[in-house]
């Protein structure tokens, strides 16, 4: 595990976003596993500011995100889809046909979930995978549980969760009850993780993730296991790692 805190947000954003432009330029065919969420928003500012500077294109790249809320349009603009095309789609060269995101409004949701784990393997699997992570360990939308699933599935959201994302929503009330998310096997089977942490909300769980016990009552502490990971933290992020 290779862990770098930073002291500036700018810093952070512009590590990350260098670390997926490198990837693309050493294989312009890269499969990016990218994520939601208020953390990698910076991290995709930059990366369109490096695509426009010409550093990087991605016209060969396609792209899997890792989760999308059941029961929302890709209109919405709290559905994933809608994030994802505000914030990287609409300005960088990558296909649009080559960008998925799991569709929450599929008619049989097991079946999308079945599809979704078989076009990663037909592209070969992720290059990398961002990762944000929720103030309950939980990655992706994998939240704490007795046992994970290993692929793409339907879950329930902790309250914790509806909580924390009732912020983009009028009430709490709109806060879908249920996501499609990649699984645990799924994330770890890229060949390099991507956690990106930040502020002081998160100190604990950054501890409990990474130094803590291997639990699937704290999701991200699997990724410990990982060969490849790699972290950007802020300082006050990483303030309780020991
Ligand atoms: C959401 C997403 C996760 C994300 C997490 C943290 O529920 N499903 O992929 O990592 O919450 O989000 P944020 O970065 O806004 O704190």
Redesign the pocket.
């Known amino acids: 595990m290779n862990i770098l805190t930073f002291n500036s947000e700018d810093k952070l954003n512009e590590a990350g976003a260098g670390l997926l432009a490198s990837i693309v330029q050493k294989k312009p065919d890269a499969v990016l596993g990218l994520?939601?969420?208020?953390?990698?928003v910076g991290i995709y500012e930059q990366l369109v500011k490096k695509y426009n500077d010409g550093f990087v294109s991605f016209k060969g790249a396609s792209s899997f995100n890792?989760?999308e809320y059941v029961g929302i349009a890709p209109t919405h603009e709290q559905s994933y889809r809608y994030y994802m095309q505000q914030h990287l789609f609409n300005h960088i060269d990558i296909k649009p046909e080559r960008t998925h995101v799991p569709n929450g409004m599929a008619e049989d949701l097991q079946a999308e979930c079945l599809r979704y784990d078989e076009a990663i393997a037909e592209a070969g699997q992720l290059d990398i995978q961002l990762?944000?992570?929720?103030h309950n360990g939980?990655?992706?939308?994998n939240e704490p549980a007795e046992e994970l699933s290993s692929g793409t599935h339907i879950v329930e959201l902790a309250e914790k969760?509806r909580q924390?994302?009732a912020r983009y929503f009028a009430t709490e009330e709109e806060v879908p009850r249920q996501a499609i998310t990649m699984g645990i096997g799924s994330i770890m089977k890229a060949k390099m993780l991507l956690l990106v942490v930040k502020g002081e909300d998160k100190a604990e769980i950054v501890q409990r993730a990474l130094q803590g016990p291997i639990t699937t009552d704290c999701p991200a502490s699997l990724l410990q296991t990982h060969p490849n990971l790699v972290v950007l933290l802020d300082e006050a992020a990483g303030s309780k790692l020991q």
């Open positions: 994520a939601t969420g208020g953390t990698p890792l989760d990762l944000g992570i929720g939980h990655i992706g939308f969760t924390a994302n």
